[in-house]
């Protein structure tokens, strides 16, 4: 992988290989297919897996998983709750082939579908964003990610983001709030938070 070969490549250039691995999340067994040049080929990162041990499933409504890979935020919200249509959002061309090819196997294609940003449609607005958001795009480039989406929150919504300590978690929620985003921690745990963002 070269230097410019990150998971959050528009195309990446390494050779595709598929990699299946089993995801068990919210009570329900996720069958998913990841891959090389996409996050956390072969596994449940860290950081999402706590996501998914601090928090419940939601309760219904139009979900964006921000930054979504090869699906597994979004599918297990739309695995975990009946009522919730899921989009997901990438960047990369192959996780977003991943993330519907994944959809189309667990049965879910018809309340789950991964985009890129210029595929969604630009008055669609969400209940709630989920996201192990890409902290290693650089500080401004998150910056820019997170204020280009959360305005899309409807006004009761709410954004849920995992965060390493390390990475800068507790700063982030700092920014947040100054920018008219105030923002709590739902839980810490091995390192990491899950953030509860708001409207002010």
């Not at 070969?5 to 290989?17: L, Q």
């Not at 920014?175 to 953030?195: C, N």
Request: aromatic share 8%; charged share 20%.
């Amino acid at each position: 992988m070269t230097n410019k070969d990150h998971y959050f490549s528009a195309d990446p250039s390494v050779p595709f290989t598929r990699e299946s691995f089993t995801a068990q999340v919210w009570g329900h067994s996720l069958d998913l297919v990841s891959g090389s040049g996409v996050f956390s080929r072969g596994h449940l990162d860290h950081a999402t897996a706590v996501l998914f041990r601090e928090t419940p499933p939601p309760v219904q409504g139009q979900f964006l998983d921000l930054g979504c890979g090869y699906g597994v935020i979004g599918l297990a919200i739309a695995k975990a709750v009946p009522l919730a249509n899921v989009t997901g959002l990438d960047v990369n061309e192959r996780a977003l082939l991943l993330a519907n090819e994944n959809a189309t196997s667990l049965g879910l294609d018809s309340r789950f579908v991964a985009a890129s940003a210029a595929q969604i449609p630009s008055d669609m607005t969400f209940d709630e964003i989920w996201s192990n958001p890409p902290i290693r795009i650089g500080k401004e480039a998150l910056h820019e990610l997170l204020l280009t989406w959360l305005p899309r929150l409807r006004p009761e919504g709410r954004a849920v983001m995992v965060v390493g300590k390390n990475l800068g978690a507790d700063s982030l929620q700092r920014w947040l709030g100054d920018q008219g985003w105030p923002t709590t921690r739902l839980a810490s745990a091995k390192g990491f938070r899950v953030l509860e963002t708001r409207r002010a």
